[in-house]
């Protein structure tokens, strides 16, 4: 239903595109109330695109974006110390869109940056919300866009929003994706993040162009190793040899460490015994709404023998 919903729109976009583009050609022609449309037609990747565009803008307008949390447990104790933010988007007429679809459409025409500060603002009310209920402490994460990332005007919206939310800096963590920390300016942009008191993590780690000396030059408190070298662990030891090496490597720099898209109790065991320090996947839960996120750390911060070194699965639907 939601693929045919798009492509009727993007057809009749595409029509609407190619009868303004036509215009200007057909009007200076004798036979325009007779002639056909012109043979060209717009690219339908072209045109999806800017249905999703004027989707996405009309999303954001009418609040058809919400968050939902996947916790993010330490190993040692197997509580929840963490939640990271995560958009999603519910059309009318195209039903639950996923983030892989929308969000580079949302880099690519700039809508990425009211987006980012639509997730970053709700994160930090939400966290705030959780803190003046009595939830035990609780890191809240959000990843920012490339597109966010431009000179110091990220560390002036974060402030703003800190103190329009009331949260505590320490409480919030910023994830950066390790590509940028190629770009210039992004080291002084961290800094000044640092300065506010946030603390800062670099995700998807072991699929950029890092190395030893830049993270010692950068403030960095966490790496989050990418998803895709857990999710073969047990198959392939490439993989298997690179998520060591970070940990290692990490442990070295007293860093955090995070490992994204953990699903099995084989790659639970191999993180575990590799002195990994956290967890985040569906092994223990799938993102959720707030509520039901607010009534897992209850229950898990209650628990009297949390087991050590132990992750165990949340439960699939909210507890009594």
């Known amino acids: 239903m939601r693929s045919r919903s798009l492509e009727s729109i993007t057809n009749r976009m595409e029509s609407r595109l190619q009868n303004a583009d036509a215009a200007p050609h057909r009007a200076k ?62 059309n009318p007429l195209l039903g639950n869109v996923a983030p892989a679809e929308f969000l580079p459409i949302a880099e690519e025409t700039g809508l990425s940056i009211p987006i980012g ?12 919300a959780w803190r003046e209920i009595g ?42 994706t390790e590509s940028l920390l190629a770009r210039d300016g992004v080291a002084d942009t961290l800094r000044a993040l640092k300065r506010l008191g946030v603390r800062l993590t670099i995700e998807g780690f072991g699929t950029g162009h890092s190395n030893l000396g830049h993270l010692r030059r950068l403030p960095i408190d966490r790496i989050k190793i990418d998803e895709s070298f857990v999710r073969d662990i047990g198959d392939e030891d490439d993989d298997q040899s690179i998520a060591a090496a970070v940990i290692a490597m990490a442990r070295g720099l007293r860093l955090v460490v995070i490992a994204d898209g953990v699903e099995t109790d084989t ?31 209850r229950h898990y911060s209650k628990s009297s023998d949390p087991g050590p070194r132990s992750a165990r699965r949340a439960p699939s639907k909210p507890l009594a």
């Open 29 to 90: 022609s004798p036979e325009w109330n007779n002639g056909p449309l012109p043979s060209n037609r717009l690219p339908a990747t072209a045109a999806r695109n800017v249905v999703m565009e004027s989707l996405l803008r009309e999303a954001l307008a009418h609040q058809e974006l919400t968050l939902h949390y996947q916790p993010q447990v330490d190993l040692d104790s197997g509580r929840i110390v963490g939640v990271e933010a995560l958009p999603r988007w519910h």
């Open 117 to 128: 500060e639509w997730v970053l603002r709700t994160a930090c009310t939400q966290a705030q």
């Open 135 to 176: 939830l035990p402490p609780l890191r809240m994460v959000v990843r920012v866009l490339p597109r966010q990332f431009i000179g110091i005007e990220l560390a002036q919206a974060v402030a703003r929003i800190l103190r329009e939310t009331g949260l505590r800096p320490d409480y919030l963590d910023l994830e950066i």
């Open 267 to 297: 790659q639970l065991a191999f993180l575990r015994a590799l002195h990994c320090n956290e967890i985040q996947g569906d092994l223990f839960s799938q993102p959720h709404p707030a509520d039901h996120i607010a009534t897992l750390v």
